[in-house]
Structures are given as C-alpha cells and as structure tokens.
C-alpha cells in the first residue's frame, strides 16, 4: 500500500534534485578552511550554496550564517545579545521559548495572531533595550503573523527584531530588509532539503555572540567544520524553493481542498486559525473529543502521515501550546493534528486522507452517541 506523507511542517522529503547534489559533494575531497586546491575546491562548494540561501532570503551571501538546525540558529539570535532583555510570542517554536526562558511573552488573539498592542506595552516596560522574536507562519496552525507591523513597533522602541521563518521558507516570499528583521532563521529540511543543517542571517553591521567557539569557521560566529555535504543540499533546495514559489497557489488549492472534505465528514470538527491568513500548505484540524494522539495512530494505520502539533520534541505527543494560547482548553488544546503538504503531494493524497478521516470520523462519532 502506497502511503500518503502529509507531515512536511516537520520535515520534508528529500527532493530528488538535492539528493543528486549532496551525492556530487560526497566526492568532494578536503576542509574548506584549507588554502589548498582541494581546500579551495570544496569552499566554493560551501561559497555557492551561502549564495542560494541568501537569494531566498533576498540578501547577501555575507549575511548568511550556516548552523546545524533551525533550533541552532533560534539559540544563538536569541542568545547571542545577552544585554538584551528577550520578548517573543506565546505561540514560537519550541527551540525560542527554550532559548529564552525567562522572556516575556506577547500573547495572541483567538485566531493565533500576536497581538501588537501587548507587544508595544511590553517594549514599554524594562531599563534594558529589548530583542523581539516573532515567527512568520506558526508551525502548528500556519497563521501569517504581523511581522513587519511588530519590527516597526520594535524598532521604534530601539529593539532588535528576530524573525522565525522557517516555516515560511518556500511558501513565501521571503526579504529580510522588506520585512524589518535583524535577523532570520531558515532550516534546509522544511523546503525539501537534508535534515542538520540551517542559517541564521544577520543584518549587515550586526554581531551575535558565538555560542560555540574554537575554529573561525562562518567569519567567527559559529565554529567547526562546516558540514559541506548538508550545505551543498541546503543551497540546492534554496534555489528549488525559489523556482517553485508561484507554485503555491496550487498547494492552497489542495489543502482548502482536504478543509472542505474534512469538514463535510465530521461537521464538528474546526480548522484552527482560519479566520486570519495562512501559509497554503498547513492545516490544523481540532475534531473536539478525539485525542490528537489516537487520530495520528488511526490514520497512521490507514497509510496516512500527519502529526499531533509540533513533532520535534523526540516523538512525544503533549497538548499544544500555540492552541492553549488561542484560548483552548486543555481538552481541545490536545485534540487536533496538524495536516501539511509539500511538494510531492497531490489530489490523490486528499482524497486517501479524506478516506481515512471519515472513516476515523463516523467511528468516534458511533462511540459518543454510544
């Protein structure tokens, strides 16, 4: 049985053109920090991909920091400022509420949205300049969130301004310098690229400390040797998310496609965040009643991948905390899974998912009526 991947906010597959790139790079000898031929041969590998991600982030390839995760570049933008004081929203990923436990926290409307005016009172408040953190499009419900009214609120205030765009990458245009960010982290396996590997990119005349020191790589910012395989792929995808942007239109075909249909099936079911915009390819499905866990275990079973809010936390399950910030109760907050497609999925996918979740639907609402 053929199965259906639908869980590509977590990570996405390899596309085939990347994997193409890293298997050239494997035959690729030497350290890019050696002055040599061989040296030399593999940093215009690392030189050439810094300049794709630095095309899909519409900036120059200078700016770019090459790290080994998103999570990574998230530690060392909220981290690498520690005479700041951090606020960030109630709904960031986990590697910033991690990053920054003691920040202040920008809370968010019903539909997922950080609210502004709390973020001004916050800048308000505190001797210390601030660093705002406010992701793009939420891993969980894919709510668009209002980064370019934030930076200017947080400029206004002599803040600096991190934007979290992972998941944005590929799905929207992304401009550093348009959207008013000093910074901005990217990861290489949301857009069809390898996992271990990510960038933070810095406004020119920036300085983050390093959080890890020995060597120079990456101008002094982040040392080791750089993993010039991962890079290699990072650039390719890169340069294949750029290319397949007008593409998007077609991803939000299908995914209000599959919206419609789930609804239609289970009518008590909700659609998280659909009252603000999104990113195409995310859907947070809440179906009141049905632990999410249970829901990616029965369409599991029936060869459909989807996820029970953020899957980065080692395969732990727990209710989620971008929908309590939406005002859900702990009941519902861990009753909904996360539905997201890419670039290799297709009608046939929604249709099988459609399948499944009916099936899964009339099952649960056989048990209640019971």
Request: charged share 20%; with cysteine.
């Amino acid at each position: 049985m053929n199965k259906v991947y639908f869980d590509h906010n977590a990570s996405s597959p390899l596309k085939p053109a990347v994997k193409e790139a890293m298997v050239r790079a494997l035959d690729l000898t030497g350290n890019p920090s050696s002055v040599h031929g061989f040296g030399r041969t593999v940093r215009r590998a690392v030189e050439e991909a810094r300049a794709r991600v630095a095309a899909l982030a519409a900036v120059k390839p200078a700016q770019v920091f090459f790290t080994g995760s998103g999570t990574e570049a998230n530690n060392l933008a909220l981290r690498g400022f520690p005479d700041r004081r951090v606020i960030l929203s109630e709904i960031e990923h986990d590697s910033a509420l991690a990053a920054a436990p003691g920040a202040a926290r920008i809370p968010v409307t019903s539909w997922g949205a950080a609210e502004l005016g709390a973020l001004e009172r916050l800048l308000t408040e505190g001797e210390r300049p601030a660093l705002v953190s406010l992701m793009l499009a939420n891993n969980e419900t894919g709510v668009i969130q209002p980064v370019e009214e934030a930076a200017r609120l947080a400029h206004a205030w002599g803040a600096l301004f991190h934007c979290d765009a992972v998941q944005a990458a590929g799905r929207l245009p992304l401009d550093l310098a348009a959207l008013g960010a000093d910074l901005m982290t990217v990861s290489a396996h949301k857009i069809g690229g390898p996992s271990g590997v990510g960038a933070l990119i810095v406004r020119e005349g920036l300085d983050p400390e390093p959080l890890i020191l020995g060597g120079g790589q990456e101008r002094r910012r982040r040392a080791g040797t750089e993993n010039v395989v991962g890079i290699v792929g990072f650039g390719a995808a890169a340069a294949l998310a750029l290319e397949d942007l007008p593409k998007a239109a077609e991803t939000t075909a299908l995914r209000d496609r599959l919206e419609a249909g789930a609804l239609a099936l289970a009518p008590a079911a909700r659609v998280m965040g659909a009252e603000a915009p999104r990113v195409g390819n995310t859907s947070c499905l809440l179906l009141p009643g049905l632990p999410g866990e249970t829901q990616v275990m029965a369409l599991d079973l029936a060869g459909v991948a989807v996820s029970a809010g953020s899957a980065c936390s080692s395969g732990k399950v727990k209710p989620s905390h971008v929908l309590a910030a939406m005002g859900e109760d702990a009941v519902n907050a861990a009753s909904a899974i996360r539905v997201s497609l890419g670039w290799d999925s297709d009608v046939a996918g929604v249709e099988r998912f459609l399948a499944a979740w009916g099936a899964m639907a009339a099952r649960h609402a056989r048990s209640s009526a019971a």
